[in-house]
């Protein structure tokens, strides 16, 4: 609501111009884009005054810094296209992705439980919160692809899988194995990956049938090249997803991470699982968990306290540091502001 009534109360920006497409701007050179960019910064309040030099200067750059985190995007100053690109979004459009934001608080609890873990799916970041107020923690995550999201949900953490294998789901089945093993099958050995038929007989790889994988199933032992890295958290859905770790931690250093196959994987998971297991003396230690993934064996570590997970979809709030915004990256907003406006 704070939201909606920050941004009710900006004036129309209709005849507000366009910023035109221009090389990236750095701090202290000049271009004639700048005046409008301070216009637009002063708008959404990020910049205190306008005025009409073409000069980028420190003021200006500590504004754009401002709007780019208010806007998700990586708040190094430089005025590229991503960041002319979110300038240039008008305020009617804004209004309506907090007026689709407002409708989506009408779905979930206001109780996130004792313990919860919050995922806001287009920010990218996981954090930990006790008693519906006190964050914790906060963790980068990568999420899946616009064509294999990652879904919206509610449940519990049931347990951890250390030193975890990986069954291969159906959509990367026929998106990624079958082509790539067909055209090699020596895809099995370099991914320390087993074919079984539904007997649990493990067949061969020259054995395999590309034209009828359906009659196997494909298993991914533990190790350093497994998907899920070296922990796996399970919760209870109907989609087959989870969190994990990852043999990709490079992706943790992109800006947007949307990159997954539909789970979503965790900056230094090992930290999250030491505070999920606090209560377990015996598994729950950094150096227990190490001894564990160092025994090479996968293992079962259930919880005996409580956690949610909530897998949620916010591209509007508002923050001690003002409106946020994040990119609409399964195209949600859109869908659901036509069924509104019916």
Known sequence: QKSFAFINALPDDTSYPKISSTKPIALNTSNSAVPTIKRRLAYWKDLMSADTTIIYDRQTFLAVKRFQARNGIYNDGIINSKTIEALNIPKAERLATVIVNLERWKWFPRDF???????????????????????????????????????????????????????????????????????????????????????????????????????YYYVQGPGPGNSLGAVKFNFNNSHTVYLHDTNHKEYFRRAHRALSSGCVRVQDPFRLATYLLQEKEDDGTQEKLNEMVAAKETQKVFLTSTAYVHQLYWTAWMSSNGLQFRDDIYNLDDVLYKKLRK
Do not use: C, H
């Not at 990218?124 to 879904?151: A, C, S």
């Not at 370099?190 to 539904?198: A, E, F, Q």
């Open 113 to 215: 439980g004792e313990k919860a873990v919050v995922i806001n799916l287009p920010d990218y970041l996981l954090t930990v919160v006790e008693k519906n107020k006190d964050t914790v923690d906060v963790y980068k995550v990568v999420i899946g692809k616009p064509e294999r999201r990652t879904p919206v949900l509610v449940s519990k953490f049931n347990y951890l899988v250390i030193n975890p294998t990986w069954t291969v789901p159906p959509t990367i089945l026929k998106e990624d194995l079958i082509p790539d093993a067909t055209a090699d099958r020596a895809y099995f050995a370099n991914r320390n990956m087993k074919i079984y038929d539904w007997k649990n007989n493990e067949i061969a790889p020259d054995e395999w049938d590309p034209l009828t994988p359906d009659q």
